[in-house]
């Protein structure tokens, strides 16, 4: 491997990077004192499946629940009432029209219709200004009925007010989940005070049409939306402008009863404390032992990892412009000092061109975001570039990425990034660009016509091609895998457990980390010969880049992802100076080592 070129530049532009390491340094200061502020979640069941849960007991619904409030549970979510719940609390009476027609030979009942009556004074006749929806009122067998086209009881008819005073008089957490329909004339005018409102569906209500979109943003008023994890939902991002948003993480019932009670804590347990949840949206299991197993595992898993459970205050983080665009220099300095350290400056400089430009325009030529993946790519490999020689270079690469963690954290995060809303544009590239940064450096200091020729015709033996497609298919692991499930390569029940295991404990490190940074080091140690030592420091560049790669994801709070690199660098170290000794070991036994009727026949000869 050449040696990279000592350019003139070299020095200036590490005082550049050092120079914007200094607001990327008070960003992250910034950055770590809001995430502290913002460690509460609430508990928060579903109360209709709650009450479900309880009917089915022979319990009052406020029984079962006083029981889940002594193991942590604080919050309840309520759905907007419609039609049919005021027929099942007995406040109106509903009649298909061709049985109303059997009862009444001769009256004006249409068949195809359905009929409304009050049993509470006033409450039918007070339905049809809601909507949309013409009706009119009919006298049958005496009494006085609304007439409606179509069957109305699954038209949202606003909340249960008392229902929502007598929780809130508990000091529960209340989370209004509304409904979506055309029909309603106002959606949102009565919605009760209540913290935060989770709207049903793909979309919020008003999202196909701006002006009621914008309706919806000012009657949201104070409210918090929620964010739910993984349901994407189409006009959401311009109630957060405006609102902010709190963060939820929620189990379909499906999912949720496939695990057992201590997988479940684990999951919500993680959600919390690694991903910004703030809301925990919780489903009871079928049995009520269940869940309260759920629960106490889950409420004893946040007391551990410093997670108060409160109702969540949320305050939208507020990024500074002015230190981002200082901070911007560093990783457009270093990837110039990437450039021009390469044997090959011509090569060099086109790889920083073309790098630059993949990475701005993966970012729609955003500065911040394309300067963030700039970081995230060159970094990793930069001290692999600018030296590769002995094991103490891994300290030097080490730090660079570190650095480098700096400027991809103040670049990168800001409002939308924190409540992933903008995830990290390039997260492929953070693994693959830097490999290919640094094995183009490889490349010797000669006509590169000389070096494609001389590769075409450099003999291959078949332990070549073994050791090249062994890691090739590693690497295709790796990426394939930079998901859990991503490419149909998942997790198996045995990592699933050792990952269960560990986040329960402790922040658990990256897999990719604690395999690259030891193939870096004995790569680093030249202890194998020849293109092996190349290879194995291309899969400790792996590990640089996952360092990255783990910042990356601006909800996990930035302390979190620290732990978890610095876990991973401490083991990855421990383990490569290990296997370095094994190695040297492992090659003077093979190269001393005489079977014993060898050695006698040498002696006789």
Do not use: C
């Not at 809601?130 to 005496?142: A, F, L």
């Not at 729609?364 to 963030?372: I, K, L």
């Not at 990256?510 to 030592?533: D, M, T, W």
């Amino acid at each position: 491997m050449p040696p990279a070129t000592r350019h003139p530049w070299t020095r200036a532009l590490l005082g550049v990077i050092l120079l914007s390491l200094i607001p990327a340094l008070i960003l992250a200061t910034q950055r770590v004192a809001y995430e502290q502020t913002q460690k509460t979640v609430a508990l928060v069941m579903d109360y209709p499946a709650l009450s479900l849960q309880a009917r089915r007991l022979g319990l009052e619904p406020q029984a079962l629940l006083d029981r889940y409030k002594g193991l942590g549970l604080n919050g309840v979510a309520v759905y907007e009432d419609v039609i049919g719940s005021l027929e099942q609390r007995g406040e109106i009476y509903i009649q298909p029209g061709a049985e109303l027609a059997v009862r009444y030979p001769g009256s004006e009942v249409k068949a195809q219709n359905v009929y409304v009556r009050s049993i509470r004074p006033g409450a039918a006749e007070a339905l049809p200004a809601r909507y949309t929806i013409p009706t009119r009122q009919v006298q049958v067998g005496g009494e006085t009925w609304t007439e409606w086209p179509t069957d109305p009881r699954f038209l949202p008819t606003g909340p249960n007010r008392e229902q929502i005073a007598d929780l809130k008089a508990q000091g529960l957490t209340v989370m209004y989940r509304p409904y979506a329909d055309d029909a309603v004339r106002a959606p949102g005018a009565d919605w009760p005070d209540v913290p935060f409102v989770a709207f049903t569906g793909d979309e919020v209500i008003g999202a196909r049409t701006p002006e009621l979109l914008n309706d919806i943003n000012v009657r949201l008023g104070q409210r918090v939306p929620a964010l739910i994890e993984g349901n994407g939902q189409r006009g959401l991002d311009i109630l957060v402008a405006t609102h902010g948003g709190a963060r939820m993480f929620a189990m379909n019932p499906s999912w949720q009863n496939r695990l057992g009670p201590e997988e479940v804590a684990s999951k919500y347990g993680l959600a919390a404390s690694e991903r910004s949840m703030r809301l925990l949206y919780l489903r009871p299991y079928p049995t009520v032992g269940e869940t309260e197993a759920m629960l106490s595992r889950l409420t004893t898993l946040l007391a551990s990892k410093g997670v108060k459970v409160n109702q969540p205050v949320i305050e939208p983080f507020q990024d500074n412009t002015l230190l981002r665009a200082l901070s911007l220099m560093g990783p457009l300095a270093a990837l110039l000092l990437l450039g021009l350290s390469y044997p090959l400056p011509r090569l060099g400089m086109l790889v920083v061109g073309m790098s630059a430009l993949l990475a701005f325009g993966l970012n729609r030529f955003h500065p911040f975001e394309g300067a963030a993946l700039v970081a995230a790519v060159t970094f990793p490999a930069l001290g692999l570039v600018l030296r590769r020689h002995r094991v103490s270079d891994w300290f030097l690469a080490t730090g660079l990425s570190l650095a480098g963690v700096l400027f991809v954290s103040a670049l990168g995060a800001n409002k939308a990034s924190m409540l992933g809303l903008e995830p990290f544009r390039g997260v492929g590239l953070t693994l693959l660009l830097p490999l290919l940064l640094v094995a183009l450096s490889f490349l010797p200091r000669q006509d590169i016509r000389k070096t494609a020729r001389d590769l075409y015709a450099a003999p291959i033996k078949l332990g070549d091609m073994a050791v090249m497609a062994l890691g090739l298919a590693v690497f295709a692991l790796v990426f394939l895998r930079r998901g859990n499930t991503t490419s149909g390569v998942s997790v198996t029940d045995t990592e699933a457990k050792v990952r269960q295991g560990l986040q329960d404990s402790i922040v658990r490190p990256r897999f990719k980390e604690l395999a690259g940074h030891p193939l870096g080091l004995i790569g680093l140690s030249g202890v194998l010969p020849g293109y092996l030592g190349a290879m194995l420091i291309l899969g400790g560049v792996i590990g640089q880049s996952s360092i990255l790669n783990t910042f990356s994801h601006f909800h996990t709070p930035l302390l979190i992802s620290a732990a978890r690199v610095f876990i991973g660098l401490g083991i990855g170290l421990i383990a490569g100076l290990v296997l370095i000794e094994a190695f040297k070991f492992g090659l003077r036994l093979w190269h001393t080592y005489r079977p014993e009727g060898q050695s006698r026949l040498e002696v006789q000869a």
